[in-house]
């Protein structure tokens, strides 16, 4: 008996491109070719006050336009159709036997992993937000969430089978700090009024 598949998120759809019902992508994979085959089924991540809430796409077509991936889908045949998907992020489904990508982690992975910061547990993983500029880890740490970059600066290590996830962040973002050691303020210039 095979495992069940995973949602894996793949990419996200960006604005409308021509008249046809094309539209540029933001990939989040390194294989496009693999995730992004005609005939590849995406289930759909929008608003609930969207009308393609609960549904799926179907990729018709991937195509590159001045190295930008740009995506035709099965039943967007218009401009109009194109920007009611904007926005939208598409995942699509993994089989758990896959093999994985190196230094790569799915959301199911990292939620629940133990953050250490200098060998001292400070929370755990609740959830991974997804943002156009990076991700997130949100934190768990006693009666708040902190939001940590999912960058190699402040998170340079992830270790699935010891579940934990090492943090180096910026001083201040798991405690308060002392007002001594908190950033002076700029002192104001005397600056005469203009006429």
């Not at 929008?46 to 991936?69: F, M």
């Not at 199911?108 to 500029?133: S, Y």
């Not at 902190?146 to 405690?175: K, M, R, W």
């Amino acid at each position: 008996m095979s495992a069940p598949a995973q949602q894996l998120r793949v990419g996200r759809l960006t604005k409308a491109h021509g008249l046809k019902g094309a539209l540029k992508l933001e990939l989040f994979t390194d294989d496009p070719d693999k995730r992004f085959t005609p005939g590849a089924v995406f289930t759909l991540q929008v608003p609930t006050s969207s009308p393609w809430h609960g549904k799926t796409l179907t990729l018709a077509e991937l195509r590159w336009y001045n190295g930008q991936p740009v995506g035709f889908f099965e039943g967007v045949a218009d401009r109009t159709g194109a920007e009611s998907l904007v926005k939208a992020i598409l995942w699509i489904d993994q089989d758990a036997d896959e093999a994985d990508e190196p230094d790569a982690w799915y959301d199911f992975q990292l939620v629940g992993l133990r953050a250490l910061r200098d060998g001292v547990e400070v929370g755990t993983v609740a959830r991974v937000e997804h943002f156009p500029a990076q991700d997130l880890l949100v934190i768990s740490s006693g009666e708040r969430e902190v939001l940590v970059p999912f960058v190699s600066a402040i998170v340079p290590a992830v270790d699935i089978a010891a579940g934990t996830v090492t943090i180096t962040p910026p001083a201040g973002l798991f405690e308060e700090l002392p007002d001594d050691e908190q950033p002076a303020a700029e002192p104001e210039a005397d600056v005469a009024p203009s006429a």
